[in-house]
């Protein structure tokens, strides 16, 4: 069995090669790269949001929420996992999306309904909490998201890849993952945090919340699809999606406005302040989601692909993976040194800048800077800067540590 700080440390190894794929592609204007873009892109996304942060909230949800005493079939599992994971970064940079490449993701696929299966079955949750509540909701919209991909071979094998519908694909496996499956994940990890330290949110807060956020999360699927001009019924049901992630904040902001003392008193404060900017975070995606309602920005953002970057990295660099270093520092799983945290935030913030930047400079038709795809490759370099110092920090009291008591 690998020890949950061994399974942790495999993530962030994956996180490291997702932020250096990263790279490499920033390197694509400004060099001459031996290497196909489209192929490189798929092994990076695949990598990014298979490796770390599946691999990450996995793990996590094992170490707090599984029974010890079925930790070898776990193994089982989760070599099997590593195995479909390893397989798409192999095949994706060689063949892009092709016979092994294919095979790999959809063996990671059926790995992924063995573990929601495999946490019904031996999880030690109280039903009643709202932490396992949102776990299996997260786990819930793991599974529809992968209506996506299993979608994509027939729509390409009878409308092609040219049609809306292969995009339509690809935003509803995106969305389900995003705004599903990682949100409602690291919520629950977050409620069962404060229910560990004695801290239980009334239900008049924290049960409309989930309700919303729920609804929310359906009905905001059909923002993904305004790009294609639809019926007027979609854009209700957009609007509607909206509003229902409005009122969900403002459930959330009454959460944290309410128990901030216990939070202060709870937590250090460095994570404190981390979960505070995370927040932050979290409001501004909602802010571009509301935005992506009005007809005139949902067509711009389908014209100007560094908004779509933008919004996206925000939530993975920004809210998830912030959130996953969060939550292992919390439990002691892994050991965050601030210079190197820092680092990762000034690449972030820098690079989330530099994106939006040029994709505003193409609204408003502006030039932008001299040797701007220089810079952002410079800046970019400072994310697996960070999550390398982070990753050789931890490898020694990993690895020199004798087994982990479970």
């Known amino acids: 069995m690998i020890s949950i700080k061994k399974q942790v440390l495999i993530a962030l190894f994956y996180f490291l090669i997702a932020g250096s794929l990263g790279v490499l592609l920033r390197l694509f204007p400004v060099a001459n790269v031996n290497a196909t873009y489209k192929y490189i892109v798929h092994t990076h996304s695949h990598v990014a949001l298979l490796g770390w942060v599946y691999v990450g909230l996995t793990s996590l949800i094992y170490h707090l929420f599984i029974k010890r005493e079925v930790q070898k079939k776990y193994s089982i599992l989760c070599w099997c996992t590593q195995i479909t994971i390893l397989g798409m970064l192999v095949s994706f940079p060689i063949t892009g999306y092709a016979l092994f490449s294919i095979i790999f993701s959809t063996l990671f696929l059926i790995c992924s309904y063995w573990f929601y299966f495999f946490f019904r079955k031996h999880n030690t949750c109280n039903k009643s909490n709202y932490s396992y509540k949102f776990i299996n909701t997260s786990l819930l919209f793991m599974i529809i998201s992968s209506i ?41 990890i977050f409620f069962f945090m404060l229910e560990k330290k004695k801290i239980y949110i009334h239900k008049k807060f924290i049960t409309p919340f989930y309700k919303y956020l729920i609804i929310s999360c359906i009905l905001t699927l059909f923002l993904s699809f305004l790009w294609i001009k639809p019926n007027k019924f979609i854009y209700l049901l957009s ?10 904040l403002v459930k959330l902001h009454l959460i944290f406005k309410n128990y901030k003392i216990f939070f202060i008193k709870k937590f250090t404060p460095s994570t404190y302040k981390l979960l505070q900017f995370i927040y932050l975070l979290f409001v501004f995606k909602i802010i571009l989601q509301f935005l992506t309602a009005i007809p ?91 999550i390398l110092g982070i990753f050789v920090s931890n490898l020694k009291p990993t690895f020199s540590t004798p087994k982990e008591p479970l």
């Open 296 to 386: 005139y920005f949902a067509i711009l953002v389908s014209q100007i692909t560094d908004f779509v970057i933008g919004y996206l990295h925000l939530t993975f660099l920004g809210i998830v993976s912030l959130c996953l270093f969060a939550f292992f520092n919390y439990f002691k799983l892994l050991e965050f040194s601030k210079i190197w945290v820092k680092i990762y935030l000034i690449g972030f913030i820098l690079s989330e800048f530099l994106i939006f930047y040029k994709g505003f400079c193409n609204w408003q038709q502006l030039s932008i800077i001299n040797n701007y795809y220089t810079i952002l490759m410079l800046v970019s370099v400072l994310i697996p800067i960070g």
């Open 148 to 188: 996506g991909p299993w979608s994509l071979g027939i729509i390409m094998n009878t409308l092609g890849s040219t049609s809306h519908w292969y995009k339509n694909a690809i935003y509803f496996y995106l969305h389900f993952q995003y705004n599903g499956w990682f949100i409602f994940a690291l919520l629950g």
């Open 239 to 248: 609007g509607l999606g909206v509003v229902y992630q409005i009122v969900a």
